[in-house]
T-cell receptor, first 113, second 113 residues
Framework: GAGVSQTPSNKVTEKGKYVELRCDPISGHTALYWYRQSLGQGPEFLIYFQGTGAADDSGLPNDRFFAVRPEGSVSTLKIQRTERGDSAMYLC???????????FGEGSRLTVL | AQSVTQLGSHVSVSEGALVLLRCNYSSSVPPYLFWYVQYPNQGLQLLLKYTTGATLVKGINGFEAEFKKSETSFHLTKPSAHMSDAAEYFCAVSDRGAQKLVFGQGTRLTINP
């Protein structure tokens, strides 16, 4: 499709497990963003990529969270040793660059039991 | 640090009535301002944005917002509500030239027939 694609749409895991969430941005978009949205809250910034490099990872909550974008397109958000507090909707967005509109995917809902 | 406050987590209006969703921000410098809409099971969609120039900004679906620097506000309005406007609305702010959006907590808009 033409939009931002996120997989899986739903992920249920057990406390302590490792999780990967994938984001496929709009073709040609150089910037990619990850946000986390807890129930009843607005999205919170996690990390932003320009090309392959993480330009700003100041929103990652701790070292259990890591994200990569090795070829400047698809990105993977990795969460180690998941905790119940990690349960949230994880949103990915892409844009054509600085100051351009962000296009969001439908999100990956993570539930940690 | 920037922050966004949306007054009213839930707003209910009758079909055909005025829609007013309030947003106030705090920022040390004039920011970029955004309104996003989130329909059920869909990604966030940009309604409108203010960057520079005219302070009254028109967006999609008949919505508009006015940037008032003296009041640090960016309220969203629509003259006549339609049933299809029922959704969650988020106000967001970013520093000029920055990529990181800071979102408010959101306002759920309900339209009564």
């Amino acid at each position: 499709g033409a939009g931002v694609s996120q997989t899986p749409s739903n992920k249920v895991t057990e406390k302590g497990k490792y999780v990967e969430l994938r984001c496929d941005p709009i073709s040609g978009h150089t910037a990619l963003y990850w946000y986390r949205q807890s129930l009843g809250q607005g999205p919170e910034f996690l990390i932003y990529f320009q090309g392959t490099g993480a330009a700003d990872d100041s929103g990652l909550p701790n070292d259990r969270f890591f994200a990569v974008r090795p070829e400047g397109s698809v990105s993977t958000l990795k969460i180690q040793r998941t905790e119940r507090g990690d349960s949230a909707m994880y949103l990915c967005a892409s844009s054509m660059g600085l100051g351009r509109e962000l296009f969001f995917g439908e999100g990956s809902r993570l539930t940690v039991l | 640090a920037q922050s966004v406050t949306q007054l009213g987590s839930h707003v209910s209006v009758s079909e055909g009535a005025l829609v007013l969703l309030r947003c106030n921000y705090s920022s040390s410098v004039p920011p970029y301002l955004f309104w996003y809409v989130q329909y059920p099971n869909q990604g966030l969609q940009l309604l409108l944005k203010y960057t520079t120039g005219a302070t009254l900004v028109k967006g999609i679906n008949g919505f508009e917002a006015e940037f008032k620097k003296s009041e640090t506000s960016f309220h969203l309005t629509k003259p006549s509500a339609h049933m299809s406007d029922a959704a969650e609305y988020f106000c967001a702010v970013s520093d000029r030239g920055a990529q990181k959006l800071v979102f408010g907590q959101g306002t759920r808009l309900t339209i009564n027939p």
